[in-house]
């Protein structure tokens, strides 16, 4: 009983301090076992204890196996006025939506309507696995990753394409605001909130 309360505490900080979803592989590492299905009995210990125990924070986990400690989305507005620095600048987090919503689309119209200063979110997003691309003749095609998908709480099974993800996108901001010309704002308001 000690050894997996050890457990848990070992796996609760692992999930608090990386601030992103967890694998099984990284929550063995985290709880040093090599079975798999300990990592998974402990983690979804752990997720029964915080999910019943906490008002505003939940252990979810994803479609893909991985695990993350998060704000339950009816606190994300107090996330937003506590957080102290956001994972993506404003201009980042705008050019990330674009690709999200015009996936798949070339280097040279996101320059065309991010500015020069997409190249460095380029970098930056690729660098968080938000982004990758394909090699299309002697352009770069962008497109969103499933992490991106993960981490904005979107479900991927890998396979939606840029119309599926605006018609989600869409879809998640009418929640947000009924005003068909809000909408864009609201998508960008809810990845900032999310992120």
Do not use: C, W
Request: aromatic share 10%; no cysteine.
């Amino acid at each position: 009983m000690q050894r997996e309360d050890e457990m848990l505490a070992r796996l609760e900080v692992a999930l608090y301090a990386s601030g992103r979803p967890l694998s099984i592989e990284e929550i063995q590492s985290a709880i040093g076992t090599d079975s798999r299905s300990k990592a998974l009995k402990i983690a979804r210990m752990l997720a029964e204890k915080v999910n019943s125990t906490f008002h505003a924070l939940e252990v979810v986990e994803s479609p893909s196996g991985s695990f993350v400690l998060q704000v339950k989305p009816s606190y994300y507005s107090m996330v937003r006025r506590f957080s102290s620095k956001p994972l993506l600048s404003k201009a980042a987090l705008r050019t990330l939506a674009y690709i999200a919503y015009m996936q798949p689309v070339n280097v040279k119209r996101l320059a065309e309507v991010r500015g020069s200063q997409v190249y460095e979110h380029l970098r930056e997003l690729r660098s968080l696995g938000f982004i990758s691309y394909r090699v299309e003749g002697r352009s770069k095609m962008y497109y969103t990753t499933d992490k991106f998908a993960e981490y904005f709480g979107i479900a991927s099974n890998g396979s939606y394409d840029g119309k599926e993800l605006r018609a989600f996108l869409i879809n998640k901001a009418m929640h947000v605001t009924s005003d068909p010309l809000q909408v864009d704002g609201a998508i960008t308001t809810m990845a900032a909130q999310t992120g």
